[in-house]
T-cell receptor, first 112, second 115 residues
Framework: AQTVTQSQPEMSVQEAETVTLSCTYDTSESDYYLFWYKQPPSRQMILVIRQEAYKQQNATENRFSVNFQKAAKSFSLKISDSQLGDAAMYFCAYRRGNKLVFGAGTILRVKS | DTGVSQDPRHKITKRGQNVTFRCDPISEHNRLYWYRQTLGQGPEFLTYFQNEAQLEKSRLLSDRFSAERPKGSFSTLEIQRTEQGDSAMYLC?????????????FGPGTRLTVL
């Protein structure tokens, strides 16, 4: 069974600093997709970044980047130059077939 | 707004009542998904439609739950004889055909409270 583990229930970062959110997953597949979703308070979930497992290069989207370690089954999210608007719940997700399997989430608090 | 919409946004009901939620996907997205999210947890998959066909159902979807997507457009999720354990946020998502990574676009959710 595919599982996704986010070991940090809550993280804090100072505005303009960098923070890394951890995610590990378990799968027997060799080709798959991984995602980070952001869910702001009382707002809908939006995709932050995705990674195709067959690509060795880590995905980057502006201030967001991932550290994808396929052998270790690790998929961490780095947020650089943190902004107040980054405060949200962040979910790591694995795509299995037609569905997404989510971790329990990490609450990110940004201090001004 | 051309995003995924859900109605109602909030629903309070008494145990034993039936409730129905509606989801309108992004236009021309042929894939539609329902998830359930309980407090402090990530969303859990319930069911998946491709056009009007329901192709996958989770074991979480007990016989009190039924989902439909007539004509491959909007979808409804009905819960019969609600129980307090059904209290959760019900999320709908859609994705376009022909995209390998299958990004799912989520709606704002319907928060159900069963008293």
């Amino acid at each position: 069974a595919q599982t996704v583990t986010q070991s940090q229930p809550e993280m804090s970062v100072q505005e303009a600093e960098t923070v890394t959110l951890s995610c590990t997953y378990d799968t027997s597949e060799s080709d798959y997709y991984l995602f980070w979703y952001k869910q702001p308070p009382s707002r809908q979930m939006i995709l932050v970044i995705r990674q195709e497992a067959y690509k060795q290069q880590n995905a980057t989207e502006n201030r967001f980047s991932v550290n994808f370690q396929k052998a270790a089954k690790s998929f961490s999210l780095k947020i650089s130059d943190s902004q107040l608007g980054d405060a949200a719940m962040y979910f790591c997700a694995y795509r299995r077939g037609n569905k997404l399997v989510f971790g329990a989430g990490t609450i990110l608090r940004v201090k001004s | 707004d051309t995003g995924v919409s859900q109605d109602p946004r909030h629903k309070i009901t008494k145990r034993g009542q039936n409730v129905t939620f509606r989801c309108d996907p992004i236009s021309e997205h042929n894939r539609l998904y329902w998830y359930r999210q309980t407090l402090g947890q990530g969303p859990e998959f319930l069911t998946y439609f491709q056009n009007e066909a329901q192709l996958e159902k989770s074991r979480l979807l007990s016989d009190r739950f039924s989902a439909e997507r007539p004509k491959g457009s909007f979808s409804t999720l009905e819960i019969q004889r609600t129980e307090q354990g059904d209290s959760a946020m019900y999320l709908c998502a859609s994705s376009p055909k022909g995209v390998s990574y299958n990004e799912q676009f989520f709606g704002p959710g319907t928060r159900l409270t069963v008293l």
